[in-house]
């Protein structure tokens, strides 16, 4: 599968992002898919997940609250809003994919990735 994110831009803290991951090539719904960032000097670390027809998510303790992952299999996307945007969310995000159901290391082992879309919020 292929993964196109986008929706990444500059944005004041306070402030409010929705990214898209459009996929191509399998069946979407085959997917959990995963949103992941990393931050300059810093590992890539998990953000969100959503398991294959939408009605299992899991969420970072840092976002929970402020992100929301959705996804549409009719179209192939899966979202992240995002609210409440804080300077420390300023990252690359980054989509991934994964045939592994949901489970209980939902941010873990993603097989497929995108390119990366670039989120800065100032404060």
């Known amino acids: 599968v292929q993964l196109q994110a986008s929706g990444g831009g500059l944005v004041q803290a306070g402030g409010s992002l929705r990214l898209s991951c459009a996929a191509s090539?399998?069946?979407?719904?085959?997917?959990?898919m995963g949103w992941f960032r990393q931050a300059p000097g810093k590992e890539r670390e998990g953000v969100a997940a959503?398991?294959?027809?939408?009605?299992?998510?899991y969420y970072e303790d840092s976002v929970k609250g402020r992100f929301t992952i959705s996804r549409d299999n009719a179209k192939n996307t899966v979202y992240l809003q995002m609210n409440s945007l804080k300077p420390e969310d300023t990252a690359v995000y980054y989509c991934?994919?994964?045939?592994?159901?949901?489970?209980?290391?939902?941010?873990?082992?993603?097989?497929?990735w995108g390119q990366g879309t670039q989120v800065t919020v100032s404060s």
């Open positions: 991934a994919a994964r045939t592994r159901e949901l489970g209980n290391r939902p941010l873990a082992r993603y097989d497929y």
């Open positions: 090539g399998r069946t979407f719904s085959n997917y959990v």
């Open positions: 959503i398991s294959w027809y939408g009605v299992n998510t």
